[in-house]
């Protein structure tokens, strides 16, 4: 079955510092990619999306992404990361029917000054 | 309006009784998708619409779980003989159209089961 894999729980990192977050997914074809933040009280919002071309693509506040087929992955990142970034992140694939989204369990950062 | 909405924001209900949780869409959205989350988890698919028809219903958990739509508009989960394990935050999400087009969000509907 199509799955989305977040092998990281949680991660704090130092306001300035650069993030990654990891991501992977299993799909044979070239998956329709997302990475939505949820902030507390909040809903979802889409940060970027990955469908074919350029495999490092950018998006909202300063995160971009990158798909590697050879490793499976989507992996987030930002050079600088701030206070206001503290939340909830989520990987995303959109299934082979095309109906819906397949999410990872998520991944909360924390943000230490 | 401006986004998705959802009523109401927060359900507490007893175990056995059923419950309606609401989604408004954006205008003019034609797919509209209900989803679960449940507490440390990611979100789980439930339900598709494609205008008032849902062509795929593959994440219902069990037949107490069912949705409708209609003028291709607003939808409507209903959850029957609620257990505890349906304690979650229930999200709904419109987009243009299926497949690829970016979904939006609402904030959700957190129901408690005692």
């Known amino acids: 079955a199509q799955s989305v894999t977040q092998p990281d729980i949680h991660i704090t990192v130092s306001e300035g510092a650069s993030l990654e977050l990891r991501c992977n997914y299993s799909y044979g074809a070239t998956p329709y990619l997302f990475w939505y933040v949820q902030s507390p009280g909040q809903g979802l919002q889409l940060l970027l999306k990955y469908f074919s071309g350029d495999t490092l693509v950018q998006g909202i506040k300063g995160f971009e992404a990158e798909f590697k087929r050879s490793q499976s992955s989507f992996n987030l990142r930002k050079p600088s990361v701030h206070w206001s970034d503290a939340a909830e992140y989520f990987c995303?694939?959109?299934?082979?029917?095309?109906?819906?989204?397949?999410f990872g369990k998520g991944t909360t950062l924390s943000v230490s000054s | 309006g401006a986004g998705v909405s959802q009523s109401p924001s927060n359900k507490v209900t007893e175990k056995g009784k059923d419950v309606e949780l609401r989604c408004d869409p954006i205008?003019?959205?034609?797919?509209l998708y209900w989803y679960r989350q449940r507490l440390g988890q990611g979100l789980e698919f439930l339900i598709y619409?494609?205008?008032?028809?849902?062509?795929?219903k593959s994440g219902l958990p069990s037949d107490r779980f069912s949705a409708e739509r209609t003028g291709e508009s607003v939808s409507t989960l209903t959850i029957q003989r609620t257990q505890q394990e349906d304690s979650a935050v229930y999200l709904c999400a419109s987009s243009r159209l299926a497949g690829s087009n970016e979904q939006f969000f609402g904030p959700g509907t957190r129901l408690t089961v005692l």
């Open positions: 619409f494609q205008g008032n028809s849902a062509p795929d």
């Open positions: 995303a694939s959109l299934n082979q029917a095309g109906t819906a989204l397949i």
């Open positions: 205008s003019g959205h034609t797919a």
